[in-house]
């Protein structure tokens, strides 16, 4: 009895040093004091280096709403935030002034950490108010996957001389990055964005906007593994590949990303060389151009496998939705090509249960309209964000994907769904059948009278298979904001 009691007095004294080894320190520009000790909302420090640099075990640096540089107002372009191990950054509070100061609403609340130093920035990458920014507004070197960044805004980093990744540079690093914006960042050669080598970072739900540099627009990832969960690439340019640009990879994936309106010379989306075994599911990729080749993906000594993904509105001289090289494999499988003139290839394609404009052997691949829900969106443009690419009961490739098609750990359906809602998986990005649990291609009141019986209670029951498809937001739990999206889906709205 004596042995058990102190077991369980060592157990529980482990989980309090637990608990009380996390520290939380709070940035708040804006916070009055007297004091800026950090340990509360209106004590917090007012600069995000007086807390970040002397972090360094089990620490969440909190940061409220506001604008920070990591200059301390010193000018010195070489300075930048160093992310570390077991040092987690959120940004996106309300901070001191609020009624609620731990609130936290990264839209409403923008933490915003930039390169320009000056305050001073107009105009374009090439105008001279940029010349003093700094080189990196985020660093993260030989770090791992404890290294967190979470909820910011990365703007206006400029990486020339030093030439890779003017919002985020990394080298041997692991970091995660989660609902991230990084917006009009440059880089002179490498990774407007995001740029490193070695090292395998994941970003989760990321939106990399309007960023440039001569490879690699948004992100360049050199002997790396990266990882994209639910990115959008939006509007970047580079000269070789417009969002992303891999090289000499050690594999890497692409789940439930968007390529839109981004351009390049070669590969307006995506550039990928010798990137071992790159795999791209559930993406999209509409309305990305370059002006030589690849529209959206130009593909070199590589082998790239595309499942679950749908191309439109991209354009090239040569290979609307992909140039591929010679030296290159390619496997396609469960998607749609809708391009004009899709594929220009001196590689192995293997294409298969896919729809391809113009027809592709094999008779598991169809050639028909696409039948989106509304291909050019409201403003009749081609190719932008408002383009609406859902399958309609009219598409001819619901449920004429792969058969056994292997869904990722992170992959849904583009639009956050389940990526398999009838037993077979679709063709393109997107799943037709939400709120269709009979699978006849039509949300009616047979379907309505099974969503009552599909709810689930407070208790946390695991919700029937057959009723995934009225789970709009993938939580495992079918309730009143499903509701609200199968009436959308009953009437059509």
């Not at 009895?1 to 320190?25: H, P």
């Not at 749609?336 to 003139?341: E, F, P, S, W």
């Not at 309505?448 to 689930?456: N, R």
Request: proline share 4%; with cysteine; aromatic share 10%.
């Amino acid at each position: 009895m004596l042995i058990q009691r102190l077991v369980i007095i060592a157990a529980c004294t482990l989980v309090a040093w637990t608990a009380q080894a996390q520290t939380i320190l709070y940035v708040d520009q804006n916070a009055p004091g007297p004091v800026h000790d950090g340990w509360t909302w209106c004590t917090a420090f007012t600069d995000l280096q007086d807390a970040l640099t002397p972090a360094n075990y089990n620490v969440i640096i909190r940061v409220a709403d506001g604008t920070y540089t990591p200059d301390r107002g010193t000018g010195v372009r070489t300075t930048a935030f160093q992310l570390k191990n077991t040092v987690k950054l959120e940004g996106g509070y309300a901070g001191c002034a609020a009624s609620n100061p731990k609130a936290r609403d990264i839209a409403r609340f923008e933490t915003i950490l930039s390169g320009d130093l000056a305050r001073n920035d107009v105009g374009g990458f090439d105008d001279p108010s940029r010349d003093d920014n700094c080189y990196h507004v985020v660093t993260a070197y030989e770090i791992d996957e404890t290294a967190i960044l979470d909820g910011f805004t990365v703007v206006s980093g400029s990486a020339e001389p030093n030439d890779v990744g003017g919002g985020l540079g990394y080298s041997s690093a692991s970091p995660k990055v989660a609902d991230c914006t990084f917006r009009n960042n440059f880089g002179a050669l490498y990774g407007g964005a995001v740029g490193g080598s070695s090292g395998e970072p994941v970003f989760t739900n990321c939106t990399f906007v309007g960023n440039q540099a001569e490879a690699g627009g948004a992100v360049f990832s050199h002997l790396s593994g990266p990882t994209f969960v639910a990115c959008r690439f939006i509007g970047n340019d580079g000269g070789a590949g417009g969002g992303a640009y891999l090289s000499f990879q050690s594999g890497g994936t692409l789940v439930d990303c968007s390529f839109i309106g981004n351009e390049a010379e070669v590969g307006g989306a995506l550039w990928a060389i010798q990137s071992g075994s790159l795999a791209t599911l559930s993406c999209m990729f509409t309305g990305n151009r370059a002006t030589e080749g690849g529209g959206a993906i130009f593909l070199s000594s590589d082998a790239l496998r595309v499942s679950g993904c749908t191309f439109s509105a991209n354009t090239a001289p040569v290979g609307d939705t992909l140039f591929c090289a010679a030296g290159g494999s390619l496997w396609i499988d469960s998607s749609i090509l809708a391009d004009g003139r899709d594929l220009a290839d001196t590689c192995p394609a293997n294409i298969t249960y896919s729809n391809v404009y113009g027809g592709w052997p094999g008779e598991t691949n169809i050639f028909a309209p696409p039948n989106f829900r509304d291909v050019d969106g409201p403003d009749n443009i081609l190719g932008n964000e408002d383009d609406d690419l859902r399958p309609t009961a009219a598409s001819p490739g619901i449920n004429l994907g792969k058969p056994d098609y292997w869904v990722d750990p992170n992959e849904k359906d583009l639009s956050g769904h389940a990526r398999i809602l009838c037993e077979r998986v679709d063709m393109g990005a997107y799943e037709f059948g939400l709120g269709d649990t009979d699978c006849d291609l039509d949300v009616d009141l047979d379907d309505f009278v099974d969503f009552g019986a599909c709810m689930t209670g407070p208790e946390g029951q695991s919700i029937d298979s057959g009723c995934v498809p009225f789970d709009a937001d993938s939580d495992q739990d079918i309730d009143l904001g499903d509701a609200a999206t199968f009436q959308r889906e009953f009437t059509g709205t």
